[in-house]
């Protein structure tokens, strides 16, 4: 199993609606939970950390994290073709010095 | 406030030879890592270097190499090359470890 997952995609959804993006972690003393968004052809762009349970907003984002699920998802609110890209979460576990990356989730908002 | 900076963008190189790659973090950031891209297996973690003493290693064989220096600028090595090398290096800045890090556009090597 690995440390951490996602779902598998792809994940289309129309302009202006609800995009809902999920990642699990493996069951270990867990800190810091990022999400990165990465355009093809170009490097992980982060858009959201959490660092303690519920919700955390920024714009359209927002970000929820449940540490006794061990999961953390990221809902993109009133989409936009421009959000067409992979979406990639991180954990940083306690001391470990590193992210460990889901394998992403492309999401295709279509017009 | 510049962003992280990787130098070369592109590189070619042929089988066997060594290459080192460069990375200029955002000023004051002091923890940097190294990561892997490809397509089959996504981002793989190489190393973490914070004030010059490597504190994580990936999973990768001793050709990979990396050291920082101190004033934070970081370079990875990586010798005798395979084909199957050929990846996006990306380096990420950090004030510390497990904050938010920050990518630099990465350098695209392809083996030949």
């Known amino acids: 199993q690995k440390e951490v997952e996602q779902n598998s995609g792809p994940l289309s959804v129309p302009e202006g609606a609800i995009a809902s993006l999920n990642c699990t972690y493996s069951?270990?003393?867990?800190?810091?939970f990022f999400w990165y968004r990465q355009y093809s052809g170009k490097s992980p762009e982060l858009i959201m950390s959490?660092?303690?349970?519920g919700d955390k907003e920024d714009g359209r984002f927002t970000a929820q994290l449940n540490k006794a699920s061990q999961y953390v998802s990221l809902l993109i609110r009133d989409s936009q073709p421009s959000d067409s890209a992979t979406y990639l979460c991180?954990?940083?576990?306690?001391?470990?010095?590193?992210?460990?990356f889901g394998d992403g989730t492309t999401l295709t908002v279509k017009p | 406030k510049a962003g992280v900076t990787q130098t070369p963008r592109y590189l070619i190189k042929t089988r066997g030879q060594q290459v080192t790659l460069s990375c200029s973090p955002i000023s004051g950031h002091r923890s940097v890592s190294w990561y892997q891209q490809t397509p089959g297996q996504g981002l793989q973690f190489l190393f973490e270097y914070f004030s010059e003493t490597q504190r994580n290693k990936g999973n990768f064989p001793g050709r990979f190499s990396g050291r920082q220096f101190s004033n934070s600028r970081s370079e990875m090595n990586v010798s005798t090359l395979e084909l199957g090398d050929s990846a996006l290096y990306l380096c990420?800045?950090?004030?510390?470890?497990?904050?938010?890090?920050?990518f630099g556009q990465g350098t695209r090597l392809t083996v030949v």
């Open positions: 991180a954990v940083d576990y306690t001391n470990a010095g590193k992210s460990t």
């Open positions: 069951d270990r003393v867990s800190q810091s």
């Open positions: 990420a800045s950090s004030l510390v470890a497990n904050t938010e890090a920050f």
């Open positions: 959490i660092y303690s349970n």
